[in-house]
């Protein structure tokens, strides 16, 4: 026996992502309905050797309905999510909208899978900022050894952190950078993302860091440990997908470089690949489509008595979205609702 199971926002990047996902890990479904906005109604989605057709978001009826992956934005969540719940459908929602709710789970499986216990209040399980999810993956087996104190964290942040519209910019500015007769000014990006980084992601505000820079440090909190200071530097870069972080990690006790790799290789998630030598490390484009968290470049700080650097890269679309989700789902029911 197994889920009937809701995927909203089934025709954008994360929602095909999603789709994907389910399939590949051969989640216990019985039924499946790929959900859109009427804009998309009857476009067709894959779901491993089947094809779905997207049905109206507007008007489904979600009672009867196990669980419900969610990947439409804040706005349309804050109509639709409240609906799903209330008809018993456990939603898990990949917005910013309930990430900061006290209400409101924010799970990593890796880092806090008895979170979900907690979905009850709301019926609904929030998935965390892309650039957090991959972080935290890589920070929590060495936070139960050494005990974190503090994050400096700056990212290489992909255009599809941004949607459809951010990778058609990148891909329509390339193009153009070799036909000067067809410029393609930045209209999804505040500057030309073709052949640059912008220092510049979300909303900026009071104090001068921006949103995205903001929910790295309260998601961390709110998911690692409330103890721990984390500043963070969000950029974005020319690249498609896949996350890049360079963190910088300040410990309560000594950690040695050596024990933090052997450390790694073992934690669920991730993936060490750390050759010091040419081409020994991973970059973006060698985690696209993989499920892990590669971690790279591991190595003392020798400017703190308890400090270490790392790189660490992920596919945003996968780990930092999709198969976060999938695995709050795969958790959900390994725990709580316990079909299949």
Known sequence: MGYRVVVAGATGNVGREMLN???????????????????????ECSFGDKTL????????????????????????????????????????????????????????PEVNPEAVLGYAKKNIIANPNCSTAQMVVALKPLHDRARIKRVVVSTYQSVSGAGKAGMDELWDQTKSIYNPTDSKPPTKFTKQIAFNVIPHIDKFMEDGSTKEEWKMVVETKKILDPKIKVTATCVRVPVFVGHSEAINIE????????????????????????????????????????YATFISRIRQDSTLDNGLNLWCVSDNLRKGAALNAVQIAETLGNRVLKKG
Do not use: H, Q
């Open 53 to 108: 057709k997207t049905k109206d978001l507007d008007t489904f009826d979600f009672t009867g309905w196990d669980i419900a992956l969610f990947a439409i934005g804040s706005e349309a969540t804050a109509i639709y999510a409240p609906k799903a719940a209330k008809a018993g459908c456990v939603v898990i929602d990949n917005s910013s909208l309930y990430r900061y709710d006290p209400d409101v789970p924010l799970v990593v």
């Open 251 to 290: 410990f309560e006790d000594f950690l040695d470089e050596e024990e933090a790799r052997d450390i790694l290789r073992e934690a669920p998630g991730v993936m060490v690949i750390d050759k010091r030598e040419d081409g020994g490390y991973v970059t973006p484009i060698e985690c696209v489509g993989d």
């Open 21 to 43: 996902i389910l399939a590949e890990r051969e989640f216990p479904i019985d039924e499946i309905v790929a959900l859109a906005s009427r804009r998309s109604l009857g476009t």
